[in-house]
């Protein structure tokens, strides 16, 4: 299936909605039922089949069918944040008494789940440099149940070998799940690399627009229903109708989007490469970074999330930051608008940097759709600052 049928096509029921070229929002809560007998049907297949909108709803379904074909599984869930679907693949794939192994440096609140709230209900996880697929194995204990990667990691961009920790993973019987919010599906497969659960924050590139908070779990049948019946249902963190149909809107553009990021993130790592305010550059495609051999065999695109670390103090750090003009000083990346993020802002680190979880010089930039010159001026003229 090629790229264009899926997010112009797949999924979506012209004949069923007068030929209308984008889908209606079902903004509804509930769908009757012709008879007593085809309601018992609809309850035993609420899994696809519109019920209440907790369950199946036909806007979300839609986004569903494209997400699964994007990522090549059978499946896909959608959630009302990448947190819930990050959270409701956990719970759905670990109880207690079992134990997790996750990459050292996940996304903040994925680490606050794991090591925050389910110790509290018997289940214990460790974090591992995961860079070498060894580490991973040491790590794992009799009560593992599943492997938790986020290759590479949104600050500083590490990787992991994908069919190494699959297979190491398959040999044990154990499931493993990624984060693929930074590749997003154009960049990165990894269900061609045995990985059994993909989780992303649409939020970012799927959606991106800024505008839309989302979440999806792409798997095999199975394991969506497994994730349907238990954590989806009972605690409800749904995408509502209206944000899934922003959502397909957002992904019609999915290709252009990343493509253009692509070509524009290059020209900026080169710019940055070589400026000499600028120490060290992460992103697995910023030359003497990382990880060569898995960005060939891995990562078919770059993503415009990338940080620097600057040759300066902090407060050169944040002369730098208010100092840019086309980017904005925000959280969160992956929409139309380029943004700068900088460690230091988590919370004052003067005095004790050494407990920042990143170089607290570093600076996150998001790229976006602008005019890559334009970025790379504004760049330019901020870097003097430092
Ligand atoms: C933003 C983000 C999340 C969380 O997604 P939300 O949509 O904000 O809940 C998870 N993982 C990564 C890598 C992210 O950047």
Same mark, same amino acid.
């Not at 929002?25 to 008879?35: G, L």
């Not at 460790?126 to 204990?141: G, H, I, M, N, S």
């Not at 059994?196 to 839309?212: E, F, M, P």
């Not at 980017?327 to 680190?349: H, M, Q």
């Given at each position: 299936?090629?790229?264009?049928?899926?997010?112009?096509?797949?999924?979506?029921?012209?004949?069923?909605?007068?030929?209308?070229?984008?889908?209606?929002?079902?903004?509804?809560?509930?769908?009757?039922?012709?008879?007593?007998?085809?309601?018992?049907?609809?309850?035993?297949?609420?899994?696809?089949?519109?019920?209440?909108?907790?369950?199946?709803?036909?806007?979300?379904?839609?986004?569903?069918?494209?997400?699964?074909?994007?990522?090549?599984?059978?499946?896909?869930?959608?959630?009302?944040?990448?947190?819930?679907?990050?959270?409701?693949?956990?719970?759905?794939?670990?109880?207690?008494?079992?134990?997790?192994?996750?990459?050292?440096?996940?996304?903040?609140?994925?680490?606050?789940?794991?090591?925050?709230?389910?110790?509290?209900?018997?289940?214990?996880?460790?974090?591992?440099?995961?860079?070498?697929?060894?580490?991973?194995?040491?790590?794992?204990?009799?009560?593992?149940?599943?492997?938790?990667?986020?290759?590479?990691?949104?600050?500083?961009?590490?990787?992991?070998?994908?069919?190494?920790?699959?297979?190491?993973?398959?040999?044990?019987?154990?499931?493993?799940?990624?984060?693929?919010?930074?590749?997003?599906?154009?960049?990165?497969?990894?269900?061609?690399?045995? &990985?059994?659960?993909?989780?992303?924050?649409?939020?970012?590139?799927?959606?991106?627009?800024?505008?839309?908070?989302?979440?999806?779990?792409?798997?095999?049948?199975?394991?969506?229903?497994?994730?349907?019946?238990?954590?989806?249902?009972?605690?409800?963190? &749904?995408?509502?109708?209206?944000?899934?149909?922003?959502?397909?809107?957002?992904?019609?553009?999915?290709?252009?989007?990343?493509?253009?990021?692509?070509?524009?993130?290059?020209?900026?790592?080169?710019?940055?490469?070589?400026?000499?305010?600028?120490?060290?550059?992460?992103?697995?495609?910023?030359?003497?970074?990382?990880?060569?051999?898995?960005?060939?065999?891995?990562?078919?695109?770059?993503?415009?999330?990338?940080?620097?670390?600057?040759?300066?103090?902090?407060?050169?750090?944040?002369?730098?930051?208010?100092?840019?003009?086309?980017?904005?000083?925000?959280?969160?990346?992956?929409?139309?608008?380029?943004?700068?993020?900088?460690?230091?802002?988590?919370?004052?680190?003067?005095?004790?940097?050494?407990?920042?979880?990143?170089?607290?010089?570093?600076?996150?930039?998001?790229?976006?759709?602008?005019?890559?010159?334009?970025?790379?001026?504004?760049?330019?003229?901020?870097?003097?600052?430092?």
């Amino acid at each position: 299936m090629d790229l264009s049928h899926i997010l112009f096509h797949l999924g979506e029921e012209r004949d069923r909605y007068a030929g209308a070229v984008a889908p209606p929002v079902f903004q509804a809560s509930n769908f009757a039922q012709p008879t007593v007998a085809a309601m018992r049907a609809a309850i035993a297949r609420e899994y696809e089949h519109p019920l209440y909108t907790r369950g199946a709803n036909p806007t979300a379904a839609v986004l569903r069918r494209k997400l699964a074909a994007l990522e090549g599984t059978e499946d896909a869930l959608v959630f009302g944040s990448g947190a819930a679907a990050v959270a409701a693949a956990v719970v759905a794939a670990v109880g207690q008494g079992d134990h997790v192994v996750c990459v050292d440096k996940p996304y903040s609140w994925t680490r606050q789940l794991l090591a925050g709230l389910l110790p509290r209900f018997g289940i214990a996880s460790d974090f591992v440099d995961a860079r070498d697929p060894a580490t991973v194995a040491e790590a794992l204990r009799p009560t593992t149940r599943l492997i938790v990667l986020e290759s590479p990691n949104s600050m500083t961009f590490e990787q992991q070998d994908l069919a190494a920790i699959a297979a190491i993973a398959r040999s044990r019987g154990l499931l493993t799940m990624i984060d693929n919010s930074w590749a997003s599906p154009l960049g990165q497969s990894p269900a061609a690399f045995g &990985i059994d659960v993909i989780v992303h924050s649409g939020t970012k590139y799927l959606a991106g627009h800024g505008d839309v908070v989302f979440g999806a779990v792409c798997a095999s049948r199975a394991f969506c229903e497994t994730v349907f019946r238990g954590p989806y249902m009972t605690l409800g963190a &749904i995408l509502s109708p209206h944000d899934a149909w922003l959502a397909l809107r957002g992904l019609r553009t999915l290709a252009v989007r990343m493509q253009r990021i692509a070509d524009s993130t290059r020209r900026v790592l080169a710019f940055l490469e070589r400026h000499p305010k600028v120490r060290r550059v992460f992103h697995p495609h910023a030359g003497g970074y990382g990880q060569p051999d898995l960005t060939e065999r891995q990562l078919r695109l770059a993503s415009g999330l990338l940080s620097i670390e600057l040759d300066t103090d902090l407060d050169g750090v944040e002369r730098v930051v208010d100092a840019l003009e086309r980017f904005l000083i925000a959280v969160s990346w992956g929409g139309f608008e380029s943004l700068a993020f900088p460690a230091a802002a988590w919370r004052d680190w003067r005095g004790r940097e050494a407990e920042c979880p990143v170089p607290v010089s570093l600076v996150r930039l998001s790229i976006g759709l602008e005019d890559p010159q334009v970025l790379i001026a504004d760049l330019d003229q901020a870097l003097s600052r430092a």
